[in-house]
T-cell receptor, first 116, second 111 residues
């Protein structure tokens, strides 16, 4: 296993269109996280899954955003009716349940979204 | 609300010197503080984790300290090299779930 992968790496879309991103975590990791990062800022938490259950959602995750993790493996993040303010890097991370007792996370390379 | 602050947006040092980056937290007591490195266009990479009952943690040229009285963590890179140039992020997780990140400090090491 070579780590967390994300597809696509880049996405350019027009305002109002829907987009979907995919994340494949490290295979033995049962926790999966989505973050959003804009220029000059640290990553901001969006949502996280333990196995297939979505356990926490940030207030940043408006009703235009939805995330799934069917069967507790890969995850998808969909943004409906995209807005220019959605332009950002979307990062996925995974971790094992008892990794180091402090939950260090392994990040993918991110999907850069540009909304025109 | 929980807040993590990294006071310096940028730090420029010469090769061979020790880089010291600061992370302050307010309004809570984190169980763990973590430090990540991020290169342009890439995801963060985990470096070190320190628990609230630990004063110091080391890994090769890296050292992290945790002062619960000052509500501060310091991250040191000794004998810095140009390859250490990157953005360094401080993060906290309370309940082992989502990380709360600072804005990061961009370190530039010149030869």
């Amino acid at each position: 296993d070579t780590g967390v992968s994300q597809n696509p790496r880049h996405k350019i879309t027009k305002r109002g269109q829907n987009v979907t991103f995919r994340c494949d975590p490290i295979s033995e990791h049962n926790r999966l996280y989505w973050y959003r990062q804009t220029l000059g800022q640290g990553p901001e938490f969006l949502t996280y899954f333990q196995n297939e259950a979505q356990l926490e959602k940030s207030r940043l995750l408006s009703d235009r955003f939805s995330a799934e993790r069917p069967k507790g493996s890969f995850s998808t993040l969909e943004i409906q009716r995209t807005e220019q303010g959605d332009s950002a890097m979307y990062l996925c991370a995974s971790s094992g349940l008892f990794s180091a007792g402090g939950n260090e996370q392994f990040f993918g390379p991110g999907t850069r979204l540009t909304v025109l | 609300s929980q807040k993590i602050e990294q006071n310096s947006e940028a730090l420029n040092i010469q090769e061979g010197k020790t880089a010291t980056l600061t992370c302050n937290y307010t309004n809570y007591s984190p169980a763990y503080l973590q430090w990540y490195r991020q290169d342009p266009g890439r995801g963060p990479v985990f470096l070190l984790l320190i628990r609230e009952n630990e004063k110091e943690k080391r890994k090769e040229r890296l050292k992290v300290t945790f002062d619960t009285t000052l509500k501060q963590s310091l991250f040191h890179i000794t004998a810095s090299q140009p390859a250490d140039s990157a953005t360094y992020l401080c993060a906290n997780n309370q309940a082992g779930t989502a990380l709360i990140f600072g804005k990061g400090t961009t370190l530039s090491v010149s030869s």
